[in-house]
C-alpha cells in the first residue's frame, strides 16, 4: 500500500504560481512512475505530468501538451515526494490537482486531491 498527502494548493491570481508537494508513504520501494492529474469543475479527470523513477529511464520526464512550458515536475526520491512547478497560471488551470503513482506491478494509487483556484 502506497499512502499519498498532496499539499500547495490555494488561491491565485491569474499569472501567478504555485507548488504543489506530494509526500509519499507505505511500500515507498514500490513506486516507479510519479505525477500529477486534475480535475476542473464539470469535467473528466485529465493528466498533467508524470516522471519515471530513476530506476527507469533516468527520471524522464513528460507533459501533457497543453502545459508544457508552464508546469515543471520534480522527484526528490529521498524525501518521497513529487512535486509540480505551476508557473502563469490562467483560470482554466482551476482545479483538483491529484497525486498518482503507479508501482513497478502496474498498481495505481492515488491522492485525496489539493485545489488549485486561479482568479482573473
Known amino acids: 500500500q502506497v499512502q499519498l498527502v498532496e499539499s500547495g494548493g490555494g488561491l491565485v491570481q491569474a499569472g501567478g504560481s504555485l507548488r504543489l508537494s506530494c509526500a509519499a508513504s507505505g511500500s515507498i520501494f514500490s513506486i516507479n512512475d510519479m505525477g500529477w492529474y486534475r480535475q476542473a469543475p464539470g469535467k473528466q479527470r485529465e493528466w498533467v505530468a508524470r516522471?519515471?523513477?530513476?530506476?527507469?529511464?533516468?527520471?524522464?520526464?513528460k507533459y501533457a501538451d497543453s502545459l508544457k512550458g508552464r508546469f515543471t515536475i520534480s522527484r526528490d526520491n529521498a524525501k518521497n515526494q513529487v512535486y509540480l512547478q505551476m508557473n502563469s497560471l490562467k483560470p482554466e488551470d482551476t482545479a483538483v490537482y491529484y497525486c498518482?503513482?503507479?508501482?513497478?506491478?502496474?498498481?495505481?494509487?492515488w491522492g485525496k486531491g489539493t485545489l488549485v483556484t486561479v482568479s482573473s
Open positions: 516522471i519515471t523513477s530513476a530506476r527507469t529511464f533516468g527520471g524522464t520526464t
Open positions: 498518482h503513482v503507479k508501482t513497478y506491478n502496474g498498481v495505481d494509487y
